[in-house]
């Protein structure tokens, strides 16, 4: 069952937010942005899964 976006509280969707940026600079010419960007979206997916699945804090 899919959990509401309103009762995930934003958890990770900032941090997917900024991985997506750092992602956007690596394809612009700054491959060092790369490792950065890609670790950013793990831990805003780990989140978001943590949060869906009801984690504790």
Do not use: E, I, W, Y
């Not at 899919?2 to 969707?13: A, D, E, I, M, Q």
């Not at 793990?42 to 978001?48: S, Y």
């Amino acid at each position: 069952m899919v959990t509401p976006r309103n009762r995930l509280k934003g958890s990770g969707t900032g941090l997917l937010g900024v991985g997506m940026a750092f992602l956007v600079l690596a394809f612009n010419g700054q491959p060092a942005m790369l490792g950065v960007g890609m670790a950013f979206l793990a831990v805003g997916l780990g989140l978001l899964d943590r949060a869906r699945r009801g984690g504790g804090q």
